[in-house]
């Protein structure tokens, strides 16, 4: 049973298109404080650990994002805040960023 076909895979499409969806209609409607600051925490939690899982798995980066639906600016506000919440600095994420790249 491929990925895409597993009851799994399909569980996940179907909350991420209600996640996006949900998302949507609050961005549009201008309702970000509908959403509660916690709910927002976990679900990017776990996703940002099903992505590095993922890719340490697969031994590739997926696309984080989609460069036509996102900002410069709100990627780098989200990136910033990760990197607060953890204390890493500039410097260690330079150390990160060369990781698996050749010389």
Do not use: H
Request: charged share 20%; net charge negative.
């Amino acid at each position: 049973m491929s990925a895409a076909s597993s009851p799994l895979a399909a569980e996940f499409q179907g909350l991420a298109r209600s996640i996006v969806e949900v998302a949507g209609r609050a961005l549009a409607a201008g309702d970000t404080q509908e959403i509660a600051s916690s709910d927002l925490e976990r679900a990017m939690t776990v996703i940002v650990k099903l992505y590095a899982a993922k890719a340490e798995r697969e031994g590739r980066l997926p696309v984080p994002c989609s460069a036509n639906e996102v900002t410069p600016t709100e990627v780098v506000l989200v990136v910033s805040e990760m990197l607060r919440a953890l204390d890493i600095s500039l410097f260690d994420l330079a150390m990160w960023y060369r990781r698996g790249q050749t010389q």
